[in-house]
């Protein structure tokens, strides 16, 4: 029987963008549920800061430095993750840029290329490692994060909004690829959450929570709660869907 103290007890998870916000409270849920965890950033202080963070009271840990836009390096941390903790069970696809506030005429190529390459080649990049890895390990699941605007359009954001499409139809596409392989890979779809991504824009944060019915933003831990659950045995006939933490906002 599984503890459910310990869910992922025997488990290595891989998470993007795992130094901050969503991803780094998913990392330590994670963590605390019995995962060893192999944090993906591209500053190396960060993921070391949470890394350390989770060893020191009795969780098991890397930081892996990498820039989830190039696939080499990607390709390098699943690797590094099936070398060091014999195989890949999990994972969640979390890292993701905002680009800026600029209309879509005026968004620079070199912008636009940037969020295109963290938000949703990486995604691509990520899933083309991860499921060989996580098949070859007998079965296991996959979160992408998008975000609200997945189901909308967003002013000013053209190429944020793009990527968060783009990356539901990624999602839905590979899991009914993988619905027989033992691999579930499902979205993860935050609203206005309290990170720091979110935080580059304090009016536009103040303006998104005064449309939340709960009348507030979400804590990242609130979304690693929603993560987990997809990735957990809980969820075992849930694939191919998005999962909204949102506090109504999409209602």
């Known amino acids: 029987m599984i503890d459910p103290r310990h869910p992922f007890a025997g488990k290595a998870a891989l998470v993007t963008g795992a130094g901050t916000g969503i991803g780094r409270a998913t990392a330590e849920q994670l963590a605390r549920e019995g995962a060893t965890v192999i944090l993906l950033g591209r500053r190396r202080a960060p993921i070391e800061e949470v890394a350390n963070g989770i060893t020191a009271t009795g969780g098991t840990a890397y930081a892996f430095p990498a820039d989830v836009s190039d696939p080499a390096q990607v390709e390098a941390a699943v690797a590094f993750a099936v070398e060091r903790c014999g195989a890949l069970h ?9 680009g800026g506030h600029a209309r879509l005429m005026d968004l620079g190529i070199d912008a636009y290329r940037e969020v295109m390459g963290v938000n949703l080649d990486a995604v691509f990049f990520g899933m083309k490692y991860q499921i060989p890895a996580i098949i070859a390990a007998g079965g296991g699941a996959i979160v992408n994060v998008t975000s609200v605007d997945a189901d909308r359009g967003h002013v000013d954001y053209a190429a944020y909004t793009a990527t968060k499409h ?3 139809g990624l999602t839905r596409a590979a899991a009914l690829e993988n619905a027989t392989t033992g691999v579930r890979i499902n979205e993860l779809q935050p609203g206005v959450i309290a990170t720091p ?7 536009a944060t103040a303006r998104a929570e005064a449309k939340v019915p709960m009348r507030r933003s979400g804590h990242p831990s609130e979304a690693a709660e929603a993560i987990c659950f997809l990735l957990s045995n809980r ?3 849930i694939t191919g869907t998005h999962f909204s933490v949102d506090g109504g906002f999409l209602a």
């Open 197 to 203: 991504l979110s935080q580059t824009d304090p009016e």
């Open 166 to 168: 783009a990356v539901r």
């Open 90 to 98: 999990l994972a969640v696809n979390n890292a993701g840029v905002s």
């Open 235 to 237: 969820a075992s006939y």
